[in-house]
């Protein structure tokens, strides 16, 4: 399995961006999908967007579309870049990885970075 590390997260005031990496390492061989999910307090667990192995799809939820963008690079990261940040978006961020594309945005990826928190205020 693929070991995930999420940075990038902090505390910012509405209407700014932020932009969260995600590192990942141990699957050298494979392709995979990323995608980035974010829970936040009391609430379940959301998916937010994934892209596939290529980076050639790429899927949003319908609350981060025109402002949320995934991508990847040959360096094994992905990000996510947050424009227009609202307060609702505060959640803890988290990167995750499967076999395509359809298997992120489904929900069942088979590999979870820890998280990292990003808090939007007004």
């Known amino acids: 399995q693929v070991h995930l590390v999420e940075s990038g997260g902090g505390l910012v005031q509405a209407g700014t961006s932020l932009r969260l990496s995600c590192a990942a390492s141990?699957?050298?061989?494979?392709?995979?999908?990323m995608g980035w999910f974010r829970q936040a307090p009391g609430k379940e667990r959301e998916f937010v967007a994934a892209i596939s192995w290529s980076g050639g799809s790429t899927s949003y939820a319908d609350s981060v579309k025109g402002r949320f963008t995934i991508s990847r690079d040959n360096a094994k990261n992905t990000y996510l870049q947050m424009n227009s940040l609202k307060p609702e978006d505060t959640a803890v961020y988290y990167c995750a990885a499967a076999y395509n594309l359809g298997a992120v945005v489904r929900g069942t990826p088979t590999d979870w970075g820890q998280g990292t928190q990003v808090t939007v205020s007004s």
């Open positions: 141990g699957r050298t061989f494979d392709s995979y999908a």
